[in-house]
């Protein structure tokens, strides 16, 4: 498996770690209810297509990603910058090919 | 029996080599298989379950009889197929599977009782009495079944993987595969050219074919030339590309070394893993002959057609005296004709098809069919049903050809699922079925040599179009372009019979029979019918045998091969051995070492080191007349609660955290503040994970109004790093903030003990005068440097941070005067026990299902909101019904306890229910004379005082302990503050 950094470009699977679906990046308000922060600790869908998940270049850059992939057919539409980039390099970067 | 003239092996250079103890002779290009059949062995191993005789059926890495040991100065490797080994001088192999000896076999009898071993046999058997199983019968069966043996040892030798990338990777070098490269290579792609025989070419190097009215293989010498002198194209013979990976990537085994008598050069692998990532591939890798299921069609003397050929063609080796050929195509016919043109009499062509040409130069039997076979250890004479009735025929080989089944296997790997071709009676791949790889050639059911040629090239100038290139258009050159005609003819009725058996799967032993009892018990499906017979499941992974066994099948159940399906092709193609996958993983490059700077200062001074994560740390410092490890862990304690002890701490997680919002962050990713730390000051903090636990503890300091240094622990550095970069780009990545890890780039080394000022004011330029936790630039011996006034022992205590560069002096020279002064260096043991006496925690105690209540830190949360700050106020995270940190004191102070013990009331029983908590830390305090230990307790802040049972069953402890503060030395922190 490979991923195309946006900013390192096509890399191999094992320079990065793999984390969860990018609920993680959903944090609820601090004071939410514990229901709230039961679904955001815990409460995953597993489906058999389209997921968007996040991935840290942590052999590479120390971006953290998230990566649009689809779990039946493995490809990869979009791997994005988790950090909202400045607006010049703010773009999706299409896997290659 | 060698044929004069005839072959592309080196007949001016000999090779000895033996087999089963005798010696033989062969030549450079010879495989073992080639070589054996030109010394007249036909007989080269036994099979699985019937111990039969088997000779080589195939001229290729489908080959499932002829697999034999190689071996080699105190190993051996079992399994290797003769037909891929390339002879070298000096090779020794054996046969398998054969006890006592190949010609006479013990287990043979299993032969005899054959119809007692119906597949499913062991299902049905060995269910009772049930205990036999596990004493008797398991041991028997193990001891009977399995392919050769192994040695046992380790395996000393050197095995490599790398990595290669390129535009496009061309899988098989026959002609669709040249054709491809030359295409691609001339129009400049990057090409890797993988081919899994030691001379690339394919079946060009077997056949009698011309290409441009000249012999095929001139025209393959010519490309080859060709291809190598262009740079941007890479050959790689020898390589077998065994799987096809997402995004492009490719798996291949390159034998480097198996061929050779003695290595090229020290140190030569013998397999390289190879990880090719292409951006585009053709797959052009051919087809492989299948054989025709008739009774006792497995004797050695019976070989493909094509296999013949390639002994005849490539090796000048005739498998027989007198050939018999048995076929439902036209193209088995070209070997009789090669056969007959090299003087090798051919005693008989049939041929299953009623209407086929029955002019030849030999005698021809038109719709007729092979019925049986004889010939105790060889073929000898063939039973053959015709028109006119039976006869028998004498012959020493038959060839064999029930068509030709592309070699898809690769389009497989990644789900896609074959489609049945029925004018070419066989599976071909399903289009786009791995993203990028576009079958060619024979592999895509193109079958002449012209086609393939064609179909190679416009492969190559479509990938040539996606990549942005333009085809050179080479002209190809001319080729036979003769139709393949085939009638399908997977089995033959055999003449009947208790014994009468007709093998699908030789390598497995499957019979036309077990596959019909399959379909019979119901195991309909051919992922069942796989899994009840093994017919596929040998080491051929089902190569020669899977789709005729399926036709069979199909035919048993009543329902069309498309219907009836295949079973799943999985990498690898051909065996890999874990070495190859595994290359320099062994021992110490398992994983990497992250060394010390005062490693070999350490290390001189006989210190043990052990693994913390990566690193490696001294564990004590021995000294003369120490009898353990806890002799001088003892005097490590004693001296730096007496005097001073140096320590290299720089394995702890350092990370620069350095902008406006600085401050601001750390208050977010720490449960308490850090925004209040004034400039020179140095804090505790402690992480919580977004789910409320504690993650990480450690120091931070603040170095300046907008710059702080925060230390993790050694074992959670990387971490808590991704964790930090987490938070950071995912929920303030607008903040004016940079963090970098820094620790490699800064030495640090701690100085406790009473007499820790002294040491430290005899290094440095000039010694600040710090409070506790206090922090300040230093200058040591001219080198900048900082210092932090911290403790992880209770004492006085300092770390003092230089430059990696400078780590090992410093280390030595604090050494060196630290023993002058009655101290010295301290290890990872005494390092333990300090804490211990302290109540500081390690990831002992914080290991993931701990909180800040349990801890005793829950006030360290403020008004703040802080990550984990919501979820560890979840119902069940606080309360007396947590299991909150105490220590504990024996009794008897001698008495010894131990982590991962359990605590009950005194007159409970012992056991789960009744379990109060357990301890995670324990060792012997010299400074209080007694055992301690670290643990959770049920509402344990408000049982101090209380006598409870400390029950480690596993190493024998049954202990009564007090409960008591965790902070078992010093609690008011004086000697800290000294």
Redo the contacts between chains.
């Keep these: 498996?490979?991923l195309t950094c946006p900013l390192c470009g096509?890399r191999?699977r094992r320079e990065f770690?793999y984390?969860g679906a990018d609920d993680?990046?959903h944090?609820?308000a601090?004071?939410?209810p514990?229901a709230a922060?039961d679904d955001?600790?815990h409460n995953r869908d597993n489906p058999a297509g389209m997921l968007r998940d996040?991935w840290?270049h942590?052999a590479g850059c120390?971006?953290?990603l998230a990566v649009s992939r689809n779990t039946v057919s493995?490809?990869?539409t979009a791997v994005e910058?988790?950090?909202?980039l400045r607006p010049a390099r703010k773009k999706a970067v299409r896997?290659?090919? | 029996m060698r044929i004069e003239g005839r072959g592309l092996v080196d007949r001016g250079q000999t090779l000895g080599f033996r087999f089963d103890g005798r010696d033989y002779v062969g030549h450079p290009g010879d495989t073992l298989a080639s070589a054996l059949l030109a010394n007249g062995v036909r007989l080269i191993g036994r099979s699985f379950k019937y111990h039969r005789p088997r000779g080589v059926l195939t001229a290729g890495a489908e080959e499932p009889n002829a697999l034999v040991e190689i071996l080699e100065e105190g190993q051996h490797t079992p399994n290797v197929r003769a037909t891929v080994q390339e002879l070298y001088q000096g090779l020794a192999a054996r046969s398998q599977n054969r006890f006592p000896s190949l010609g006479f076999d013990l287990l043979a009898v299993n032969d005899l009782a054959a119809p007692f071993l119906s597949v499913g046999f062991y299902y049905k058997t060995f269910m009772w009495p049930r205990h036999f199983w596990e004493g008797l019968y398991e041991p028997l069966i193990r001891r009977a079944a399995g392919l050769g043996t192994l040695s046992k040892r380790h395996d000393e030798a050197d095995y490599e993987k790398a990595f290669a990338f390129c535009d496009l990777l061309v899988i098989g070098a026959g002609p669709a595969g040249l054709a491809a490269a030359l295409e691609a290579g001339r129009a400049g792609a990057d090409v890797i050219l993988c081919d899994e025989d030691a001379r690339m070419g394919g079946r060009l190097l077997s056949e009698t074919l011309t290409l441009d009215d000249a012999p095929a293989v001139d025209w393959v010498m010519a490309a080859l030339a060709e291809l190598a002198a262009l740079p941007n194209v890479r050959l790689m013979p020898r390589t077998t590309v065994t799987g096809a990976y997402d995004q492009g990537t490719f798996g291949a085994l390159e034998r480097v070394g198996l061929h050779l008598h003695l290595p090229a050069r020290p140190h030569l692998p013998r397999e390289c893993f190879w990880r090719i990532v292409a951006r585009r591939a053709i797959l052009a890798a051919g087809a492989l002959e299948r054989p025709i299921a008739f009774q006792n069609n497995d004797r050695p003397g019976i070989m493909l057609a094509s296999a013949v050929r390639s002994y005849l063609n490539r090796y000048g080796v005739t498998p027989g005296r007198r050939v018999t050929v048995f076929a439902n195509n036209d193209e088995a016919r070209r070997t009789a004709h090669d056969l007959m043109a090299a003087g090798v009499p051919v005693a008989a062509i049939i041929d299953s098809r009623p209407h086929s040409s029955a002019v030849e130069d030999c005698p021809v039997y038109t719709g007729a069919a092979v019925i049986d076979s004889r010939g105790r250890r060889g073929l000898s004479q063939i039973t053959v049903r015709h028109g006119g009735g039976i006869s028998m025929i004498e012959t020493d080989c038959l060839a064999v050809s029930g068509g030709w089944n592309p070699t898809l296997h690769l389009t497989s790997h990644m789900g896609g699922r074959p489609l049945w071709n029925e004018a070419l009676a066989g599976f071909v791949p399903a289009p786009n079925a791995v993203p990028g790889l576009a079958p060619a050639g024979a592999a895509a059911g193109v079958m002449s040599t012209a086609g393939c040629l064609a179909s190679g090239q416009r492969a190559a100038r479509e990938v040539l179009e996606a990549l942005g290139r333009k085809a050179p258009g080479l002209p190809l050159p001319a080729a036979e372009d003769a139709p393949y005609v085939i009638e399908p003819l997977w089995s033959v009725p055999g003449t009947g019979g208790r014994w009468a058996r007709a093998w699908l799967d030789f390598a497995n032993d499957v019979t036309v029979k077990d596959v019909g009892l399959a379909a019979r018990e119901n195991f309909a499906s051919v992922e069942h019918m796989k899994r009840y017979t093994t017919q596929g499941m040998a080491p051929d992974q089902g190569k020669n045998s899977n789709v005729a066994a399926l036709a069979v099948l199909a035919d048993a159940t009543g329902r069309t091969i498309a219907e009836t399906g295949t079973t799943t092709f999985r990498p690898p193609y051909t065996p890999v051995s874990i070495a190859a996958i595994g290359a320099g993983g062994r021992g110490a490059g398992f994983a990497p070492q992250r060394l010390l700077t005062s490693h070999q200062a350490s290390v001189e001074r006989g210190a043990p080191m052990i693994e913390a994560g990566l690193w490696y740390r001294p564990s004590y410092f021995p000294r003369p007349g120490e009898a353990t490890w806890r002799d001088a862990c003892d005097r490590e304690v004693r001296m730096v609660r007496g005097a001073v002890g140096v320590c290299d701490v720089s394995t702890l997680g350092k990370i620069d955290i350095q902008g406006a919002d600085a401050a601001r962050f750390l208050d977010l990713v720490y449960a308490n503040t850090f925004s209040t730390l004034p400039v020179g000051r140095v804090r505790y903090g402690l992480m919580l994970r977004e789910d409320g636990h504690v993650m990480d503890d450690g120091t931070t300091a603040r170095l300046g109004e907008a710059h702080y240094l925060t230390t993790t622990t050694t074992a959670a550095a990387g971490q808590v790093m991704r964790h930090l970069d987490f938070v950071h780009q995912a929920f303030c990545a607008d903040w004016d903030l940079r963090f970098i890890s820094v620790t490699e780039s800064w030495a640090q080394i701690a100085v406790a003990g009473p007499k820790a000022r002294a040491l430290l004011a005899s290094v440095l330029d000039t010694m600040p005068d710090l409070p506790f936790m206090g922090c300040a630039g230093v200058g040591v011996q001219g080198v900048k440097g900082r210092l932090f006034r911290i403790s992880f022992s209770g004492e006085l205590g300092y770390e003092i941070a230089v430059p990696a560069r400078y780590g090992e002096a410093l280390f030595r020279d604090l050494l060196a005067r630290a023993e002058t002064m009655g101290g010295g260096a301290y290890g990872m043991e005494a390092l333990n026990v300090l804490r211990i006496e302290k109540g500081l925690l390690t990831h002992a105690e914080i290991h993931g299902r701990v909180t800040a209540f349990d801890v005793g830190m829950e006030r360290m949360l403020g008004a703040k909101d802080c990550i984990g700050k919501g979820p560890s106020r979840r119902p069940g995270l606080l309360g007396p019904d947590r299991e909150q940190m105490v220590g504990l004191r024996p009794l008897d102070p001698e008495q010894a306890l131990s982590s991962g013990a359990h605590l009950f009331v005194p007159g409970e029983t012992v056991e789960r229910v009744n379990d109060q908590g357990y301890t995670t830390s324990a060792c012997w305090s010299p400074t209080l004379n007694s055992w301690l230990a670290l643990g959770f307790l049920k509402d344990g802040r408000a049982r101090h005082g209380q006598t409870l049972r400390l029950v480690d069953h596993l190493r024998g402890i049954d202990v009564l302990c007090e409960v008591c503060d965790p902070v078992f030395h010093d609690r008011e922190g004086g000697k800290l503050r000294a």
């Design positions: 498996m490979r096509p191999d770690y984390y993680y990046l944090r609820p601090p004071d939410a514990p922060w955001y600790l996040l840290y942590e120390g971006q953290w493995h490809d990869i910058c988790v950090a909202p896997n290659e090919d």
